[in-house]
């Protein structure tokens, strides 16, 4: 039983950090119709960035996870501006080759500049748990999961209670009649853009210092925000925060009651099966598949 | 490709061991026929379905594995591993095209990822059957009758009889009704279905195609470098293979065989000048690149511009573009 719940707990550290990365590319894939293929690297940017920030230049851990995320959100504005506004007429296809090509160019950057070596951010947390009851839990991971949490509760607070966020939320049901009431289209595409990668760069830099850093981390974390997208339905972000929860719970269980070599593998199988069962998502009301 | 350019093609394709004397040179000839075969297997579906499949190095990996195994631990002869490497990565294509054709675009894409991602960590962690990490090195050679395919001369035969193979599959399979049944799911869905194009079926039958022929790739590849490991799995080969379809031309013949010579011959020629990462580096915003500046491809842009160039109007009009942009939808 104190097993299981250690499970679960380890679960929501890592399933926070997943939804984040859910909900920046489920808003991405939802109100822009682009599969971003390279969401994983604006999450290996942001790892890169908070190690650069916290070993390189001797920062504290907030400012360098707020450095993480503006890096994220500005290179996500960047590459909405130059690679899809250009394309916004295209097809979802011509989109998702380009972000394709985005995600081998920008890992190779990576590769490029930091060499291949993992890298292991120092953190100012004690390395002795923290015994609550029946389970344990390194300080560093329950900072991880609070601030998680924070975020996730922000982007709420942003979608559902700014204007800013009343504008995306008309774009995601319908453009065009968004568009005729005034909504500048060109503008919530890049706000969105840039706020689902700078989440992506807050993931990285959250689980950075937990796990370790390397260029080709984004890899596994792009398939897990799909899995966790398709988990949760298409735009749909309370569905993207229990879908990301449920995966890292998933996958903990996985790894611990199956084989850790496959804990990977459940996201995988959770996009075979969710797709082929229920295409529409555990949690959504409409039809996503054309 | 006009039927006297086909034909100098394949006689300058049978000569090139005479004047390739380098064995360094023959391997990048037989990678790029190896290649060759991939790119066609992966065109099948991108260029005449419209269907990306992003798992392609899962049923390369099959195939290569299928053979090794046969080969190294039931001692069977190359052919018959060939066979049945083939054969399972049909199946495995069938499957998969089963259960996936049933979505699109997107959803296909990460269908087919997730494969070759369970399929990978198999390959990783069944360490009884597949060595895991260290791989299965000494792969026997293939031999014919008695005779060793153990150089490479002979080696890069083999690959051109199987690239030769699988064009004229490829060929056949396009200009029949099934490539014109796939053509017109590519390009409208509903409509190709309302005339009576059962949808399913033919998708299905281009993912069996397609992957036996990733299949025979992998083969090939395991026979050639003699070892196998987990590393046939790396998304690398997948985004070669789209990258070697998108540049070449997909929904064309000749376009991914152009594809496929152009990325195995330049990467060689500039690996003294760049290193592997400055080459994926340069990949990636090369795909970036030709999306916005030549979307169909060489092979179109060069049917196109060819009457031009010679100032002729040639006697068959230069087909349409292949993919032109589908209605958005």
Not at chain 1, 254 to 259: D, E, P, R, V
Not at chain 2, 41 to 55: A, E, F, K, M, R
Request: proline content about 5%; overall charge positive.
């Amino acid at each position: 039983m104190a097993e299981l719940l250690q499970h679960l707990l380890n679960g929501l550290v890592l399933g926070g950090t997943y939804a984040l990365l859910g909900i920046g590319l489920t808003l991405i894939f939802g109100l822009m119709n682009v599969v971003n293929f390279a969401h994983g690297e604006f999450y290996t940017l942001g790892a890169y960035v908070s190690f650069a920030g916290l070993a390189l230049a001797g920062l504290n851990f907030f400012a360098a996870l707020s450095i993480a995320i503006a890096a994220g959100a500005a290179l996500g504005c960047l590459c909405e501006v130059a690679l899809l506004r250009p394309l916004r007429s295209e097809s979802i296809d011509t989109t998702m080759l380009v972000m394709i090509g985005v995600w081998i160019a920008m890992q190779n950057a990576e590769l490029l500049g930091w060499g291949g070596v993992a890298k292991s951010i120092p953190h100012p947390f004690p390395t002795a748990p923290l015994v609550l009851g029946p389970v344990a839990i390194a300080p560093l991971r329950l900072f991880v999961l609070v601030l998680a949490a924070a975020l996730i509760a922000g982007s709420w607070l942003l979608i559902q209670k700014t204007k800013l966020g009343r504008a995306m939320r008309a774009t995601f049901q319908d453009r065009d009649t968004a568009a005729l009431m005034g909504v500048g289209i060109g503008r919530i595409h890049a706000a969105t853009f840039a706020f689902g990668s700078g989440l992506a760069a807050a993931a990285g830099a959250l689980l950075g210092p937990i796990f370790l850093v390397y260029p080709s981390m984004g890899d596994l974390a792009s398939l897990k925000a799909f899995s966790v997208v398709i988990l949760g339905g298409l735009g749909n972000l309370p569905g993207a925060t229990l879908g990301g929860l449920l995966l890292g719970i998933a996958e903990e269980l996985g790894a611990g009651y199956i084989s850790s070599g496959y804990r990977d593998a459940v996201g995988f199988v959770i996009i075979i099966l969710v797709l082929l069962v229920r295409p529409s998502g555990l949690f959504a009301r409409q039809e996503r598949i054309a | 490709m006009t039927r006297g350019g086909g034909v100098i093609l394949a006689a300058a394709a049978l000569a090139l061991p005479f004047w390739l004397q380098s064995p360094y040179h023959l391997h990048v000839a037989i990678m790029a026929g190896i290649f060759g075969v991939l790119a066609m297997s992966l065109n099948l579906l991108l260029g005449y379905t419209g269907q990306l499949s992003l798992g392609h190095a899962a049923f390369f990996g099959i195939g290569a594995y299928t053979s090794a195994l046969l080969t190294l631990k039931l001692d069977w002869s190359f052919w018959p591993a060939l066979g049945l490497a083939v054969a399972l990565a049909a199946l495995a294509g069938f499957f998969i095209g089963r259960l996936a054709l049933k979505l699109r675009g997107a959803y296909f894409v990460l269908v087919t990822i997730s494969f070759a991602g369970v399929i990978s960590l198999v390959s990783v962690n069944w360490i009884e059957l597949t060595n895991g990490p260290l791989g299965l090195p000494g792969v026997p050679a293939p031999a014919l009758g008695p005779w060793s395919l153990r150089s490479k001369t002979a080696y890069y035969y083999l690959v051109l009889t199987a690239v030769g193979l699988s064009y004229l599959v490829c060929r056949r399979l396009v200009r029949s009704r099934i490539g014109r049944a796939l053509v017109a799911l590519r390009e409208n869905e509903p409509l190709a279905e309302s005339v009576g194009v059962d949808v399913t079926h033919y998708l299905v039958l281009a993912a069996v195609v397609s992957a036996a022929m990733a299949g025979l790739g992998g083969s090939l590849y395991a026979h050639y470098t003699r070892f196998v490991s987990p590393e046939v799995f790396l998304f690398t080969y997948t985004v070669t293979m789209v990258i070697m379809v998108v540049a070449g031309g997909k929904g064309t013949l000749a376009g991914p065989l152009v594809g496929a010579v152009l990325f195995t011959v330049l990467p060689e020629a500039l690996r003294a000048a760049a290193s592997w990462q400055w080459q994926m580096l340069v990949y990636g915003v090369l795909l970036v690149l030709l999306v916005f500046f030549l979307p169909h491809g060489i092979v179109p842009w060069l049917a196109g511009a060819m009457p031009r160039l010679a100032g002729t109007v040639s006697a068959s009009p230069a087909p349409p573009p292949p993919d032109a942009p589908p209605a958005r939808g």
